[in-house]
Nanobody, 124 residues
Framework: QVQLVESGGGLVQTGDSLRLSCAAS????????MGWFRQAPGKEREFVFS????????YSLDSVKGRFTISRDNAQNTVHLQMNNLKPEDTAVYYC?????????????????WGQGTQVTVSS
């Protein structure tokens, strides 16, 4: 099995930055991609960012382009989400996800394993 552990969430003010990290362990050898999703209260879980582990192809939600970046460390099987210029609408629980095999990486249903989530709260 695969375990994903997120860290780095917290309470910040508008315009602040946070860096989320996700460490994958277990049977993750040659996993295809990792990603970040978020879920605000009363809303569906939505795609934020994803990255392929070999080709470094990146996909992102339009509303976070220019503010968020994703990076990976294949040796540590870790992915980071750098979030700058945070806005109140970014408030959500952020989930890390991992996909084992080749394919689409922009939908909840694309991913095989999920972390427990980390809360990000941006006050106005």
């Amino acid at each position: 099995q695969v375990q994903l552990v997120e860290s780095g969430g917290g309470l910040v003010q508008t315009g602040d930055s946070l860096r989320l990290s996700c460490a994958a362990s277990g049977r993750t050898f040659n996993n295809f991609a990792m990603g970040w999703f978020r879920q605000a209260p009363g809303k569906e879980r939505e795609f934020v960012f994803s990255i392929t582990m070999k080709e470094n192809n990146v996909y992102s939600l339009d509303s976070v382009k220019g503010r968020f970046t994703i990076s990976r460390d294949n040796a540590q099987n870790t992915v980071h989400l750098q979030m700058n210029n945070l806005k109140p609408e970014d408030t959500a629980v952020y989930y890390c996800a991992l996909k084992m095999t080749y394919g689409s990486i922009t939908k909840v249903s694309d991913f095989d394993f999920w972390g427990q989530g980390t809360q990000v709260t941006v006050s106005s």
